[in-house]
T-cell receptor, first 117, second 110 residues
């Protein structure tokens, strides 16, 4: 399967600071990337869908001004959690796919565990 | 509200036996179905994808799809302790987003 990386894998920050998470597709071009959040023992929750070169589409209840997504190239999308608070502590996971190749499988990055103090 | 239903488990299976995981979905027009495995503290890993009615086999894994019954399953033959994980069923919507089940926790007992 395709390889997707995320950086950092773990981050601890103070309340009020901003944190940027990078998601890269290493061996394919990702037309679409998805950002998920997962709380302990809960299922994945889709936050937003990101297409290269266009604005992200956010799910209901997800604040677009708080969770800034930039999909600047076919191999990189970033999620910035602005003015993070303890309730933003979670496991953030990206996935990537290339629908242009006729294969609509999503491949996941290893995730970023965010802890806001 | 489109839904994907899974039994949360835990499902306990003896080592070497067949583990059977089930999933039902509500959207009749769904065409693409996926099984992911997620170990605790890790991100999901794609195990199988299936698009047509019937069975699809890959090693010890077999996915089964019945669109008329809106049912998809995953069989794991010769279960190993390393198969112990949470298995997530996902169904693709027309806009390429995935609708996720809550996952079934599988425990393989040595």
């Amino acid at each position: 399967g395709a390889v997707v990386s995320q950086h950092p894998s773990r981050v601890i920050c103070k309340s009020g600071t901003s944190v940027k998470i990078e998601c890269r597709s290493l061996d394919f071009q990702a037309t679409t990337m998805f950002w998920y959040r997962q709380f302990p023992k809960k299922s994945l929750m889709l936050m937003a869908t990101s297409n290269e070169g266009s604005k992200a589409t956010y799910e209901q209840g997800v604040e677009k001004d708080k969770f800034l997504i930039n999909h600047a190239s076919l191999t990189l999308s970033t999620l910035t959690v602005t003015s993070a608070h303890p309730e933003d502590s979670s496991f953030y996971i990206c996935s990537a796919t290339n629908y242009g190749q006729g294969d609509n499988e999503q491949f996941f990055g290893p995730g970023t565990r965010l802890t806001v103090l | 509200q489109k839904e994907v239903e899974q039994n949360s488990g835990p499902l306990s299976v003896p080592e070497g036996a067949i583990a059977s995981l089930n999933c039902t979905y509500s959207d009749r027009v769904s065409q693409s179905f996926f099984w992911y495995r997620q170990y605790s503290g890790k991100s999901p890993e794609l195990i199988m994808s299936i698009y047509s009615n019937g069975d699809k086999e890959d090693g010890r894994f077999t996915a089964q799809l019945n669109k008329a019954s809106q049912y998809v399953s995953l069989l794991i033959r010769d279960s190993q302790p390393s198969d112990s994980a949470t298995y997530l069923c996902a169904v693709e919507e027309s806009n390429y987003q995935l609708i996720w089940g809550a996952g079934t926790k599988l425990i393989i007992k040595p």
